[in-house]
C-alpha cells in the first residue's frame, strides 16, 4: 500500500513538473485575485503635487513620520530590488509596492492582446504617464488618500477649511485599507489556501479579531494633535506602521509561562499580542526563542529553542510544506529537563529576515548591496518565573 502512494504522488509530481516547465509563467497570470494598480491620478486643486514632499509642506508631523517608515522605502528597499531581480521584474510585485499607476512604467492587462516582452499570460504597455520621482516614493501618501481628485480621510466633519477637496471614507477604520496590499491572494498554479503574504486571512480570527480590532489600532499609535500647522488639535493617528522591524512591536507578541512537575519544566508560549501569526509576510521570515538557564554562579546553560517559520515549496507547484507560527492567542509547550543546579530560567528571541544562505544568494546572484541587518534580537535575557 504505502509503495502504491508513492508512487501516486511520485506521478502527480511528475505531471506537475512538466506543465511547470513547458508554461513556466503560467502562475503569474493576472487573475480576477490579482491586485491592480489604482488607476492614473490627477492632482487635486489646491495641492502642488502628487509627491509626498508635497504634502509634507502643511502636514509636516505626518510627513516626518512617513519618511521613517518602511512605506517609503517600499520600493528602494535593497532586499525587495534584490527580490525583484530574482523574480525577473515581475510587475504585479510592484503593485503593492508602488500602488499608484502613476507609479508605474507598464500598464497591466489580462486581455489576450500580444505586445512584446510580456510576462507569461500577463500583458503590458508602456505607461505614457509614469512619473520615476513618484515611484521611488513607495507606499506615498496618495496611494492611500487620493481618488479621483479628492483627499479622503477617517473625519466625517468638515471642521476644517481645508485648501484641497475632502471626504470621509470609512475604509480607513477598517482592515481592508491595509489587506489590499498585505493579503497577497494565492497566484495560480497553487495548493495554497492564502497567499504567499497572508496577514490578512491570519488576522480574521482570534483573539484580536474577537475583540474588534483592527491593523491600525496596532501599527498606527492614536496620537491628538493638529492635522495642519495652525490648525485646531484633532484624535488622528501617527504614520509610522511599526511591524517586524520594530523591536518594540516583537516584545509584544510573546508571553511565557513555567512549571515544573518533579524532573521536567514545561514552558508554554502564547501568542499574546501580535494579531496575526509571527512572523507574518515574507515566508522567508522567521523567529528564534532561545531558552537557557543560569545558575547561582551566574554559569549560563542551553536548555532548547524553537523556531517559528512557514516552509513553502515553490516548484513545481506552491504548496506549504510545514507552519509552526502560532495564530492569534495560540499556544505551544516546550517540555525540557529542569536542570540538577539551582538557577533561574530566562529567554532570548531574535527575529530573522531571512537565512545567511539566502541572503548570500542575493548577494552573489541577484545584486543585493547595503542590506538591512538580517538577524535582530529583540529579547535580551528575559527572565520566566517557574511555578
Known amino acids: 500500500m504505502k509503495k502504491l502512494i508513492l508512487i501516486i504522488i511520485s506521478l502527480i509530481i ?13 502562475i503569474y497570470q493576472l487573475s480576477d485575485k490579482t491586485a491592480k494598480f489604482i488607476p492614473q491620478q490627477t492632482t487635486p486643486e489646491g ?18 513620520e512617513w519618511q521613517t517608515s518602511l512605506h517609503s522605502k517600499a520600493f528602494t528597499d535593497p532586499f525587495f530590488t534584490a527580490y525583484l531581480k530574482k523574480d525577473k521584474g515581475d510587475p ?11 507609479q508605474s512604467p507598464v500598464i497591466l492587462s489580462s486581455e489576450s492582446v500580444d505586445y512584446p516582452d510580456t510576462w507569461g499570460a ?15 516614493e513607495g507606499v506615498t501618501c496618495a496611494a492611500c488618500h487620493l481618488k479621483d481628485g479628492i483627499i479622503y480621510g477617517p473625519y466625517k466633519k468638515k471642521s476644517l477649511n481645508s485648501p484641497h477637496p475632502v471626504a470621509y471614507d470609512e475604509k480607513f477604520l477598517k482592515k481592508s485599507l491595509c489587506q489590499q496590499c498585505h493579503e497577497v491572494p494565492s497566484k495560480d498554479f497553487s495548493l495554497m489556501n492564502e497567499g504567499v ?4 486571512m491570519e488576522s480574521n480570527s482570534g483573539l484580536w479579531a474577537a475583540k474588534g480590532f483592527v491593523c491600525q489600532d496596532c501599527h498606527m499609535p492614536p496620537v491628538t494633535r493638529p492635522l495642519m500647522d495652525g490648525y485646531p488639535a484633532r484624535e488622528g493617528r501617527k504614520h509610522l506602521w511599526p511591524g517586524g522591524y520594530s523591536n518594540h512591536q516583537l516584545q509584544k507578541v510573546f508571553t511565557f509561562k513555567a512549571e515544573k512537575n518533579e524532573d521536567t519544566i514545561t ?5 499574546s499580542g501580535a494579531g496575526h501569526k509571527a512572523p507574518t509576510g515574507d515566508p522567508d ?24 517559520k512557514r516552509q513553502i515549496v515553490w516548484q513545481p507547484v506552491m504548496f506549504v510544506l510545514s507552519d509552526n507560527r502560532l495564530a492569534p492567542g495560540e499556544s505551544t509547550q516546550l517540555s525540557i529537563t529542569a536542570p540538577s543546579v539551582s538557577g533561574h530560567l530566562y529567554v532570548n528571541g531574535s527575529y530573522h529576515v531571512m537565512t545567511d544562505s539566502s541572503l548570500k544568494r542575493l548577494k552573489d546572484k541577484f545584486e543585493l548591496t547595503n542590506e538591512w541587518p538580517i538577524h535582530r534580537p529583540f529579547i535580551n535575557k528575559q527572565k520566566i518565573d517557574i511555578r
Open 122 to 136: 500577463l500583458k503590458s504597455i508602456a505607461n505614457p504617464d509614469f512619473d520615476p520621482e513618484l515611484q521611488q
Open 285 to 308: 521570515r522567521f523567529i528564534v526563542l532561545d531558552f537557557f538557564w543560569i545558575d547561582k554562579n551566574g554559569q549560563q546553560s542551553s536548555l532548547e529553542s524553537i523556531k517559528f
Open 14 to 26: 511528475l505531471i506537475l513538473a512538466i506543465v511547470f516547465f513547458l508554461n513556466p509563467d503560467g
Open 47 to 64: 495641492v502642488i503635487s502628487l509627491k509626498a514632499k508635497d504634502c509634507g509642506v502643511c502636514h509636516s508631523e505626518i510627513y516626518q
Open 197 to 200: 503574504c497572508s496577514t490578512g
Open 267 to 271: 514552558i508554554t508560549i502564547t501568542n
Open 92 to 102: 504585479t510585485c510592484l503593485v503593492c509596492h508602488t500602488p499608484l499607476l502613476n
